[in-house]
């Protein structure tokens, strides 16, 4: 069984940063990809950004150049460094590990959620 919980939530006026971070523990697979999902009040859940054990990246549309994901600890922590932060962005934030078990097939576990909101 894999645990996320997220860290970092929290209040910012438009054109300000956060950073959120995420830590797994447990039975942790050995091909991952771990990043990090948003949701707002009557919208789907969304790409914020992923990425994989080799290191390869992908953002979401509406975060291209002003949000960074990290990985340390082994690749087991997740960061996202967020900039230039507007009022779109507010959401509540979930972290996401997507274990492979074969190229196109994988099981995806999600911590808690932490509330980022902007406003002014």
């Known amino acids: 069984q894999v645990q996320l919980m997220e860290s970092g939530g929290g209040l910012v006026q438009p054109g300000g940063s956060l950073s959120l971070s995420c830590v797994a523990s447990?039975?942790?697979?050995?091909?991952?990809?771990m990043g990090w999902y948003r949701q707002a009040p009557g919208k789907e859940r969304e790409l914020v950004a992923t990425?994989?054990?080799?290191?390869?990246?992908n953002y979401g549309d509406s975060v291209k150049g002003r949000f960074t994901i990290s990985r340390t600890n082994g690749g087991n922590t997740v960061t996202l460094e967020m900039r230039s932060l507007k009022f779109e962005d507010t959401a509540v934030y979930y972290c996401n590990m997507r274990g492979y078990t074969a190229p196109n097939k994988w099981d995806d576990y999600w911590g808690p959620g932490t509330q980022v909101t902007v406003s002014s």
């Open positions: 990425k994989t054990s080799g290191g390869s990246t």
């Open positions: 447990g039975s942790i697979f050995s091909n991952v990809a």
